[in-house]
Each structure stands twice: as structure tokens, then as C-alpha cells.
């Protein structure tokens, strides 16, 4: 089957363009960047932060990601059918994600220790193995996101008829996520990582913009009464999330151009996410607003990110030399 019949047996439409999805990346990050820092302050839990859905930000912000994972896997799958037929899609998958990951996992082994609040910590380097930062903070986004690449990708080679697809995507992840509920495993992997099926309903499922607006618009709301209210139960938080992404995209897709500061937060949210706490761990929160504390880590993360990016192009320039 060649690249146009798959991409006509899917019925596919890229309604999300690359700069929107790379928009959408940078308020994911931006949110949980805000998140991280306002945690620091005993205003994180105040009634305004409350109402305002603060500590929330960070689930709605992997809500998505997981979104723009989902739609961008599955239309990179339909478009290219050579990634059918090998597995270099799962090898750059593997690269993309891993290689900051061990690259971070050594800046941090050899800051973290020097630092104030952490200059008696003993490096376990197992850690890297289990995908956790050195002080063992688990970085189960990491972990969470290889899962549905490799398994949507196995998925794909098995069937190519879009409802079969679509029902093995939702059962597989509906199972990962009851797995991880009833091991006990952190509320954020199984809130959020619905919205990974969502973007594939989102690519293969074409309704009316206006149909998803008012459905999530209204799913948003009943979200919003029940948090404001504690009523905070998996199911209402799920269908938060759900609602919150086709908003951001509704709002996100009326306009055609972005700044290019958001462009790029979202080209490297990967690295944000990965540099951003050991950059918090250097930054002091004592005796500073959380807003200057906020502002001050999204501009040393990007100092970091850009001096990163910088010498790896330095490196491949050198060794496309040779």
C-alpha cells in the first residue's frame, strides 16, 4: 500500500500545522514551568490560585502534550509508509528522547552536588537505567511517551483499517493507565495520558470546529464547577483535560502566525521539561516573588537550551567534516 492509499484509508487531514503544534508545545511547557515555580510558595494552595486552576496547570500542560503526541505520531505513521516497514522510526524515537536524557541525567550528576540544597547527596548512577533524575525523582513523562511511541508503532504494523487502529490505541492505553492506578503510580500518568488517543481521534475523526468547541466548552465548565467545589475524582479530571486541548486548539488555530520565542520554548519543550527542575535546584526562592522566580527559570532554562543546541550543532558540523 503506498503513501497516498494509506493516507486515503485513514482519512487524514493535518487541520494542526507545524508551527500550531509547536505553539501548542510552548503553553504546555510555559504552563508547567509556572507550575514548578509556584510550588515553591505557600501561595500554590491559596484560594485564588484555586479558582484560578494553578495546581492544575501542570496536568492540563501534559494534557497537552500528550494531545500533540498522539496527532503528530499517528499523521508522521500515515504519511510516511517506509516508517511501516523498519524500525528506524522507534531508533529515532529512541535517539530523539534518550540522548538528552543521558546528556541532562550527567549535567546533573556534576551540579547537583556542589549546589546548596543538595551538597550531601550520594549519585546512584542506576538511576539513568530507571529514568530518573539523580537524586531519584522519577521522570515518568519520559517513561510514559516512549510507551506509546513504540506501542503505537507496533500497533500500526499490525492493522491499517482506522477502527481497528483506533479501538487497539484507546484499549491499549485505557490498560497502561488502569496498570499504573492500580499500582499506585502518580495521578498525572493517568489524568493526562488519555489525551495521547484524543489526538488520534482528533487526526482520524474529523467533526465540525464548531461541534468541538461546544462539546469541550461544556465539558470545561462542568470540570471548573466540580474542582472549585472538590469534587476532584479521576473521571472529572480526565475529561478536564480532554476539554482544555480542544480549546487551546480552537483558539490556537484561528491564528496563522506566533511569536517565535513560544516556536522555539515549544521546538525544545522536551529539553525545558528535562533541564527546567536541575535550573530551579541552582535558583534560590527565598525572598523572591514567584512571578521574578518564574521568569527568572523559563530565562536560564533558555540560556541552557540555546548553548545546548549550539554545541551540538558544533559537534555535527565538526564530524560532517571529517
Not at 510558595?41 to 479558582?51: G, L, T
Not at 549546589?115 to 531519584?136: R, V
Amino acid at each position: 500500500m503506498d503513501a497516498n492509499m494509506l493516507k486515503a484509508k485513514f482519512k487524514i487531514s493535518q487541520t494542526i500545522s507545524f508551527d500550531q503544534g509547536y505553539a501548542i508545545r510552548g503553553i504546555a511547557m510555559i504552563m508547567i514551568i509556572f507550575v514548578h515555580s509556584i510550588n515553591e510558595y505557600e501561595c500554590y494552595n491559596s484560594i485564588i490560585s484555586k479558582h484560578l486552576l494553578v495546581p492544575f496547570f501542570g496536568v492540563l500542560g501534559c494534557c497537552l502534550f500528550f494531545f500533540m503526541s498522539g496527532y503528530s505520531t499517528l499523521c508522521s505513521l500515515c504519511k510516511n509508509r517506509k516508517m511501516l516497514t523498519s524500525f528506524n522510526f522507534i531508533l529515532k524515537i529512541l535517539k530523539k528522547i534518550l540522548t538528552p536524557v543521558a546528556i541532562v541525567y550527567i549535567i546533573n550528576s556534576i551540579i547537583l552536588p556542589h549546589t546548596l540544597k543538595y551538597n550531601d547527596i550520594t549519585i546512584n548512577h542506576l538511576n539513568l537505567l530507571t529514568l530518573s533524575l539523580p537524586e531519584g525523582t522519577d521522570i515518568w513523562f519520559i517513561k510514559i511517551i516512549l510507551f506509546d511511541y513504540i506501542s503505537t508503532f507496533l500497533l500500526f504494523k499490525i492493522t491499517v483499517n482506522l477502527k481497528r487502529l483506533f479501538i487497539y490505541i484507546a484499549i491499549t492505553q485505557m490498560l497502561l493507565i488502569l496498570i499504573l492506578y492500580i499500582c499506585g503510580i502518580g495521578s498525572y500518568c493517568y489524568v493526562s495520558n488519555l489525551c495521547f488517543v484524543l489526538g488520534a481521534f482528533y487526526l482520524f475523526f474529523q467533526l465540525s470546529k464548531r461541534k468541538y468547541f461546544i462539546i469541550s466548552a461544556f465539558l470545561f465548565i462542568v470540570f471548573y464547577l466540580c474542582i472549585i467545589n472538590d469534587i476532584m475524582a479521576a473521571p472529572i479530571q480526565i475529561l478536564g483535560g480532554l476539554a482544555f486541548c480542544i480549546l487551546i486548539i480552537s483558539v490556537i488555530s484561528k491564528k496563522t502566525r506566533y511569536p517565535q520565542w513560544l516556536i522555539f520554548i515549544g521546538k525544545n519543550s522536551l529539553l525545558y521539561y528535562l533541564l527546567n527542575i536541575p535550573i530551579m535546584w541552582l535558583i534560590p526562592s527565598n525572598n523572591i516573588h514567584f512571578i521574578v522566580y518564574f521568569i527568572a527559570n523559563i530565562i536560564f532554562t533558555t540560556i541552557f537550551i540555546f548553548a545546548y543546541n549550539e554545541i551540538g550543532k558544533l559537534i555535527t558540523r565538526n564530524i560532517t567534516n571529517k
